[in-house]
C-alpha cells in the first residue's frame, strides 16, 4: 500500500545494543511515572490499588537503575535520545492517565497492556544481543515483566488485606450504584408507573389494541427522551460524585422507554382481553421487579419498596382503566 509519507521510525531489528538499552531505560522512566499518575489520580477513592500502584512504580524505577548501571558499564552516560514511538512495531498507546475520569479497572487494564508489551520487548531484546551481560539482563527482566501480575496479587494482598479488598469492592459499588443503578431505576420506576395510566386509559376508551400500542409507544419515547434529558442536565457529576452526566442521562432514558414499553408491546397482539391480559401480568412483573431492585441494590426494606412501588403502581393502574371506562 502506498503512503503518503514515508515511516520515519527505525525498525526493532536494526538497533544496536547501545540503542536497545537506551530505549529500555526510557521506557522503564516511563512507565514508572505513568503507575505513580495513576496511584496519585486514585488514591482517594482507592488507597489499596493505589499503594499496588506505587510499589509498581518503585519497581520499575529499579529496572531503570538496573539497565543504567549496565549502560554506563559498557556505553558511558550519555544514552541515545530514542523512544517507543520512534520505533516500529510499538504501540502507539491512548495516554488515559490523562483522562479527566480515570476507573479503577480501566487502570488495572492499562497496566496489563503495559506489563505484556514490556515482556515482549524484553524477550526480542534478548533475542537480538549478543553481549552475554546485557542479554542475561533483559531476560532476567522479562521474567520480572511476566510474573508481574503474579507479585502484584502478592502485594494487593499485602497491602489491602481481606478488609481493603471489602472497602475497595464498596467503592466501586457504591459507583456503579450513582453513576448507572440509581438514575436506571428511577427511570424504570418513573417509565413503568407514569405510562401505566395513558396506556390502560386508552386501551379501555379506544378497545383498539393498535391505538394502544401507538398511545403506549409514544409516552414511552416521550419518556425516555425527557427523563434522559433531565438526568443529564441536574448536575456534571464533579461535585456530587454521581459520574458522566451522559451515562446517568443514557441509563434514565433507556430504562424509562424500557420500563414504558414493557406494557405497551403486549398490544400488538390482535385481540384485545388477551392483550390487555398479557399487558396486566406484564405490569406486575414489572412492580415486584423494581421493588426487588430497590431492595438488592438500594438496600430498601422490601415490604417498604413493595408498598411504595407495587402499591402505588396499583393504584396508577386502577386510575387509567377507570379514566378510559369512563
Not at 409516552?219 to 452526566?245: H, K, N, Q
Amino acid at each position: 500500500m502506498l503512503t503518503l509519507w514515508p515511516d520515519s521510525r527505525r525498525d526493532f531489528s536494526t538497533l544496536s545494543e547501545r540503542e536497545i538499552l537506551s530505549l529500555a531505560i526510557a521506557a522503564e522512566e516511563e512507565d514508572g511515572r505513568i503507575y505513580s499518575e495513576f496511584a496519585t489520580r486514585l488514591g482517594d477513592h482507592y488507597p489499596g490499588s493505589a499503594a499496588l500502584f506505587e510499589a509498581m512504580a518503585a519497581e520499575e524505577d529499579e529496572h531503570r537503575r538496573r539497565l543504567l548501571d549496565l549502560y554506563v558499564a559498557r556505553f558511558g552516560r550519555r544514552l541515545v535520545p530514542i523512544r517507543r514511538e520512534h520505533v516500529r512495531g510499538f504501540l502507539i498507546r491512548k495516554p488515559v492517565w490523562l483522562m479527566q475520569s480515570l476507573s479503577l479497572e480501566r487502570a488495572r487494564q492499562e497496566v496489563w497492556e503495559m506489563e505484556e508489551s514490556a515482556w515482549r520487548f524484553y524477550l526480542a531484546a534478548a533475542a537480538q544481543v549478543t553481549d552475554a551481560g546485557i542479554r542475561k539482563l533483559l531476560g532476567d527482566l522479562a521474567a520480572a515483566e511476566k510474573g508481574h501480575a503474579r507479585r502484584a496479587d502478592q502485594i494487593d494482598n499485602t497491602v489491602l488485606g481481606e478488609k481493603g479488598r471489602e472497602q475497595e469492592g464498596a467503592e466501586q459499588h457504591r459507583q456503579f450504584l450513582l453513576t448507572y443503578v440509581q438514575p436506571g431505576l428511577a427511570g424504570l420506576m418513573d417509565g413503568s408507573v407514569s405510562t401505566l395510566a395513558p396506556v390502560f386509559a386508552a386501551a379501555f376508551a379506544t378497545g383498539d389494541t393498535h391505538q394502544t400500542f401507538l398511545v403506549g409507544l409514544a409516552a414511552a419515547v416521550g419518556a425516555g427522551i425527557s427523563m434522559g434529558f433531565t438526568e443529564a442536565a441536574s448536575d456534571d457529576g464533579r461535585l456530587t460524585g454521581r459520574g458522566s452526566p451522559i451515562k446517568r442521562g443514557l441509563a434514565a432514558g433507556i430504562m424509562t422507554a424500557i420500563g414504558g414499553l414493557g406494557h405497551a408491546l403486549p398490544y400488538l397482539i390482535a385481540d384485545f382481553w388477551t392483550a390487555t391480559g398479557v399487558a396486566g401480568a406484564v405490569v406486575l412483573l414489572e412492580l415486584w421487579a423494581i421493588a426487588y431492585i430497590q431492595k438488592r441494590f438500594m438496600q430498601t426494606p422490601f415490604w417498604r419498596a413493595v408498598l411504595q412501588v407495587v402499591l402505588g403502581g396499583s393504584l396508577v393502574f386502577a386510575a387509567g382503566i377507570l379514566i378510559g371506562m369512563a
